[in-house]
């Protein structure tokens, strides 16, 4: 049974590139997590849906950061334009029954801008 | 204003002595606790939860206890196996809402 998905595992780009981060989720749950992993501010909510409509994105940093779920198999998160402060784990988790419950992570992106 | 503190950034146990992670939280209003584990280039997986009506909750070698008074969460490992060597996360929710991670705690279990 695959659990959640993600690609690219790594990313290298340069600054002002757009970058899209990619999320497969568990067939089955209705919520999906994007989260961002540094080492100064640990492991930060960026957004979550409920039934492929945002719930709470207050989490983004600013606007270059979009997320979207066009459906229930799949999203994306994506960075126009890139920084290097954007550098990090980007990771993705999904959801039965909602943020309260055991979320299940992907495997992660990780994102080098230089 | 970080809601969830784990103030040890590294835990060094021998193997098997008991290993207690701990995990502070501000909010009142959080009602339900989880302990994630991470390994290195892997995402975190759930470990153990535990609900505010409880002041305890045990799953074989992993023990969570809640302190509601001292809004104190920590997780007890016994006894400690090199294959618990990996990152560990407390998050701590209200109601149905997000999962508020701390910043994770490294633990090493030397043999």
């Known amino acids: 049974d695959a659990g959640v998905i993600q690609s690219p595992r790594h990313e290298v780009t340069e600054m002002g590139q757009e970058v899209t981060l990619r999320c497969k989720p568990i067939s089955g749950h209705n919520s999906l997590f994007w989260y961002r992993q540094t080492m100064m501010r640990g492991l930060e909510l960026l957004i979550y849906f409920n039934n492929n409509v945002p719930i709470d994105d207050s989490g983004m940093p600013e606007d270059r950061f979009s997320a979207k779920m066009p459906n229930a198999s799949f999203s994306t998160l994506k960075i126009q334009p890139s920084e290097p402060r954007d550098s990090a784990v980007y990771f993705c988790?999904?959801?039965?029954?909602?943020?309260?419950?055991?979320?299940?992570f992907g495997p992660g992106t990780r994102l080098t801008v230089t | 204003d970080q809601q969830v503190k784990q103030n040890s950034p590294s835990l060094s146990v021998q193997e098997g002595r008991i290993s207690i992670l701990n995990c502070d939280y501000t909010?009142?209003?959080?009602?339900?606790f989880l302990w994630y584990k991470k390994y290195p280039a892997e995402g975190p997986t759930f470990l153990i939860s535990?609900?505010?009506?409880?002041d305890k909750n045990e799953d074989g070698r992993f023990t969570v206890f809640l302190n509601k008074s001292a809004k104190h969460l920590s997780l007890h490992i016994v006894p400690s196996q090199p294959g618990d060597s990996a990152v560990y996360f407390c998050a701590a929710s209200v109601g149905a809402q997000k999962l508020v991670f701390g910043q994770g705690t490294r633990l090493t279990i030397n043999p």
């Open positions: 909010n009142s209003m959080f009602d339900y």
């Open positions: 535990i609900s505010s009506i409880k």
């Open positions: 988790a999904s959801s039965l029954h909602g943020s309260s419950y055991e979320q299940y």
